[in-house]
């Protein structure tokens, strides 16, 4: 079967550095997705990755290991509203997206 | 409008009775998707549609029925709901085009509760 693995819940400090991660297993790989999701709201589009390497948008980073079916978002100088989930998503050999339950992140002063 | 609204925000329903989640986007997207949003779950397809008049089946379609008349509109409709129906239901919508980066962009949400 397809499974996308994420920490069910991570804490962090307003100021630091966070790594979420996410593992999978899927029939097929046509890109990795991270969606962030405030808690009542709709996911909005992070980044995406289909290479292998490190993708940086500002405070937030994303990095890919296909041969490790492994990815990590990496939030920098974190602040009170990067308080959220975290979707990790990977679309899969027949173009269909396979979501992970999320990471809600708490960030704490 | 700006993007993909949905309606109703909420709603509680009596078990049984039929009901249709309305989604509309004005991105002139071509494909659109009916997820549910369940707590420790992941997001699960219900059904999508590719163009205007088609649409597919998903994870788990199974007491829920779609329609694509239009590239605007995207209707779920519950037939007679059951209690484990209730869920948070998000609409969303991708130019259908891009392959493997196609992005998915979603509606605020429905909160439906089926007592």
């Known amino acids: 079967g397809q499974n996308i693995d994420q920490p069910t819940e991570m804490t962090a400090t307003e100021g630091a550095i966070v790594q979420i991660n996410c593992t999978y297993q899927?029939?097929?790989?046509?890109?990795l997705f991270w969606y962030q999701q405030h808690a009542g709201e709709a996911p909005t589009f992070l980044s995406y990755?289909?290479l292998d390497g490190l993708e940086e948008k500002g405070r937030f980073s994303s990095f890919l290991s296909r041969s490790k079916g492994y990815s990590y978002l990496l939030l920098k100088e974190l602040q009170m509203k990067d308080s959220a989930s975290y979707l990790c998503?990977?679309?899969?050999?027949?173009?269909?997206?396979?979501w992970g339950a999320g990471t809600k992140l708490i960030i704490k002063p | 409008i700006a993007g993909i609204t949905q309606a109703p925000t909420s709603q509680i329903l009596a078990a049984g009775r039929r009901m249709t989640l309305r989604c509309t986007q004005d991105?002139?997207?071509?494909?659109m998707y009916w997820y549910r949003q369940d707590l420790g779950l992941g997001l699960r397809l219900i059904h999508y549609?590719?163009?205007?008049?088609?649409?597919g089946k998903g994870e788990v379609p199974d007491g829920y029925s779609v329609s694509r008349a239009n590239t605007d509109d995207f209707p779920l409709t519950l037939a007679s709901a059951v209690p484990s129906q209730t869920s948070v239901y998000f609409c969303?919508?991708?130019?259908?085009?891009?392959?493997?980066?196609?992005?998915?962009?979603f509606g605020p949400g429905t909160r439906l509760t089926v007592l």
């Open positions: 990755n289909v």
């Open positions: 991105m002139r997207h071509n494909a």
């Open positions: 549609s590719n163009t205007a008049g088609t649409t």
């Open positions: 969303a919508s991708s130019d259908g085009t891009s392959g493997g980066s196609d992005t998915q962009y």
């Open positions: 899927t029939s097929g790989f046509n890109g």
């Open positions: 998503a990977v679309r899969d050999s027949n173009y269909q997206l396979i």
